[in-house]
C-alpha cells in the first residue's frame, strides 16, 4: 500500500495554471491547463500556516467528510477529514481554518471574470493570484466581484458580501484591508500585509500571535515572502461612526485625499485578532545566479532592494550566489528610533572589518532611515561600496530611491536599477541607467525604464555584450567624427599662410559639402552599428572584458587627443606634400599640353584626404562581411567617380566653373597617382604603427584573444556554425554551455 506524504498546510500552484495577459496577471484552473502556457515567471507555491495542531491539506481532498459550521449559517461548510494518528480537530480549529480561508480569498482585488466558460483571475500582483488560487483549491472559490459585491462559493453554496470600504495597499502602509458585511449581517475587517505592519494593530492576548510569528519566521528562512492575515469584529454603531466622521470625509476630500485616507484606515485597523500567515515563493528564474556570478566577475557591484524580510533576502542571495560562504554578513537592524548609537557602532565596526576580509552587507529600511536622519549616508556608502554584495530588506519605494540616490551623489559610478513591479519605480527613474523586466508585475517599471528585457538572465547580454560593443562603437564614433571634420577644417587653415590671409578659398564649396554627406558619411554609420571586436560567445564566456568600459579604454582624453593630432597629420601631409613634393602638378603638362592651377592642387589634396580617412577606418575595423566590404569600398570610390562627372558641365551649371576639367586633367598624369598613394600611406602610418605596438607590447586581454581567435587551429576547433566556448574543458560536450547546464 502506497504511503499518502502529509503536506501540512502546503498548496502549490504549478506554471501550466498560470497564463499572462496585458498589464496583469490572469490566472486559470486547473481544468484549463491544456490552455495555459508554461513560463518560468509564473511559478508560485503558496504555504498555508492555519494554526491547527492536527490538520493536513490532504485532510481536505479525502472522502469521508464532516461539515463544519461556521459564522453561524448551517450550510456555510468546509470538508475535513479526522487522521487516524492524532486527535480530532475542535470546533475552534475549523473556525479559524474557514475564517482563514475566507480572508484570503475575498481580501484581495482580484476580478474574476468568464471568458468561454472558464474562470480566469485578473490582478495586478500575481501573490494576490496565487492567493486566491490557494483558497480556490481548498474550496473558497472567488466567484464575482463588482461594484460592491464580491460573491464566494464554497465548496458548491454560494455566499454575498457587501463591500462597505477598502483601505489600497500602499508602500508606506505596506497592508491592505476591507470592511465587508458578512452573510450573518455583521461587520467585519479582513486584513492582510507584512508581519511588521499587521503585529502592532493586534490584540497582544490573539491567541495565534505567537503562532504567526513563529509561522512567519519559518517561512522566510526557507525563502518565503510572508503575508500575515487578521480580522477584527467592528460594532454597528462604531462602523457608523468610523464611516460619517473619518471615511467618508477623506474618502470625498479633493486636498491630501491620500494623507486623509491612510489617516481614516489608522483609526478603524486596531485590535486585530490574528488567524494565519502565508510563504510565497516567487521562484528564481533561470540562469539567475550564473547572471550574478558573471555580474560580479565584470566588477560590477550589486545590490539588491528589496521589500522581504532579512531572512528572505538573506536566502534569496545566496540561492543567487550574491552572497558565499567565505563572506562575513555584516548584519544592521533597528527597531526603534533610539537605536541610533548601536546602528552608528555597527557600521563603524562593519567599516572597519570589511578593510580586512570579504563582507556582504544586509541591512533593513528602517536602520537606513534612521541613518540618513542623522547624516551617516557617508559611512553607509563607505560601507557598502567596500562590501562584496548589499542587501537592502524591508525597503519601501521611496527608501529604494534614496539608496540610489545616496550612490549616485556618495560616488562617481554608474548605477542601473532593474525591477518588475511598480514598488521598483522609484529607484528606476532615479538611476542613471533603468531597465525594466517584463513578468506578472504589471506594466509600471516597463513604461517607467530605458531597457525592457523579458528574464533577469538576459541582463547578461545587455550589460556585458551589447553594453560593451555600444561603448567601444560610441566611443569610437566620437572620435572618428571630431577627427575627419577636424582634417577639412584644418586644411584651410595652411593655404592662408601661402594666400596671405586674402580669403581665396582653397577647396571648391560643392566638393566641400559632399564630405560629410558622401565621401565619408556611410563606412563610419556601417561600423557604428555591426562592429564587433570579438564573437559574442567569447565575450560572455570572459566577463572580465565588461572593464574596458570601466577604465574608460575606449574614450578618454589620451584617445581623443590621439585622433586630433592624427587629424593635424593628416591634414599636413594632404597640403604640404602636394606643394613641396608633389609641386610639379602645378607645372605638369597633361596630354594636350595644359599645366596645373590651384584647383588641381587643392583637388589633389581632397583626394589624399578622402582615401588617408578612410583608410583610418578600415584598419580599425575587426567585423568584416559583405555589407561593410560593399558599403566601405564603394564610398572610397565613390570620389574617383564623381570627381569626372562633376568637372564637366555640371560644375558649370552648379557654379564651379573654375573647376572644368580639372580632374581630367589630373588623371592624365602619373604624377597624380603617385601623390595621392604616397601621402595617403604617410598619413595612415603612425596610426597603423601604433596598433601595432599596442597588440605586440601591450598585455590587454582584448587582445590577447583576438589572437587566439585569429588563429587558424581556433577556427578549426571552433567552427562559427556552432557553439563557441573559450576554455574547451570548460565546456559541456552536448549543449556547448558551461558545466553548471541542465544536462550535465
Known sequence: MKKKRKKRGWLQQRDEDVTSTGAGATTTGPDEEENATNDEDEIFDVRLDRFLRHMDMDDLKSEQITPVKSLGDDEYQMYEQSSNSHA??????????????????VCNTVVPSILDGKTLYQSSSPDETALVLGAKRAGFVLKTRGGDEVTLTVLGHDYTFEVLAVNEFTSERRRMSLIVRMPDDTIRLFIKGADESIFPRCDPNSPAMETAKKAADD??????????????????????????????????????????LIAAAEVIERDLDVIGASGIEDRLQDAVPETIADLIKANIRVWVLTGDKGQTAIN????????????????????????LDEIEHQIYEGIERATKEECALVMDGKAFAYALEVGLENDVATLGSLCKAVVCCRSTPIQKEQVVEMIK??????????G?????????QRAHVGVGVKGNEGMQAVMSSDFVIGQFRFLRRLLLLHGRWNYQRSGFMVCYLMFKNTVLTILPLWFCFYSQWSGQVYLDPWI???????????????????????????????????????????????????WMFYSVLDSLCAFFGVIYTAYGLSQAVDWDGHTGDLWAVSTTSYTIMCVSVNLHLFIHTRYWNCLTQWVYWLTLLSWFAFAPLYCTMVCVVLGGAPMYGVMMQLYSTPLFYLTVILWSWVAVMPDFILMHWRRTFMTKAGYVLQEVVNNPQWKTEHPPTGKWCFEKEDCCCKCGKRLCCECC
Open 88 to 105: 480530532a480537530p475542535t470546533e475552534a480549529d475549523r473556525r479559524a481554518i474557514h475564517d482563514f480561508f475566507t480572508v484570503m480569498a
Open 512 to 562: 566641400r559639402t559632399l564630405w560629410n554627406l558622401i565621401f565619408t558619411a556611410a563606412p563610419i554609420i556601417v561600423y557604428s552599428i555591426l562592429e564587433q571586436d570579438l564573437p559574442e560567445t567569447v565575450i560572455l564566456m570572459n566577463p572580465e572584458l565588461y572593464a574596458d568600459g570601466q577604465q574608460d579604454s575606449s574614450f578618454n582624453g589620451m584617445r581623443f587627443s590621439l
Open 409 to 418: 551623489t556618495k560616488s562617481s559610478v554608474r548605477t542601473l536599477a532593474i
Open 219 to 260: 517561512y522566510a528562512i526557507n525563502g518565503l515572502r510572508t503575508l500575515i492575515f487578521a480580522q477584527r469584529i467592528i460594532p454597528n454603531n462604531e462602523f457608523d461612526e468610523w464611516a460619517e466622521k473619518e471615511w467618508n470625509i477623506a474618502r470625498l476630500a479633493t486636498d491630501n485625499r491620500r494623507q486623509m
Open 420 to 428: 518588475d513591479g511598480a514598488n521598483d519605480v522609484p529607484m528606476i
Open 316 to 339: 534569496i542571495a545566496e540561492a543567487c550566489c550574491l552572497i558565499t560562504p567565505q563572506q562575513h554578513v555584516i548584519r544592521i537592524k533597528a527597531e526603534q528610533k533610539e537605536d
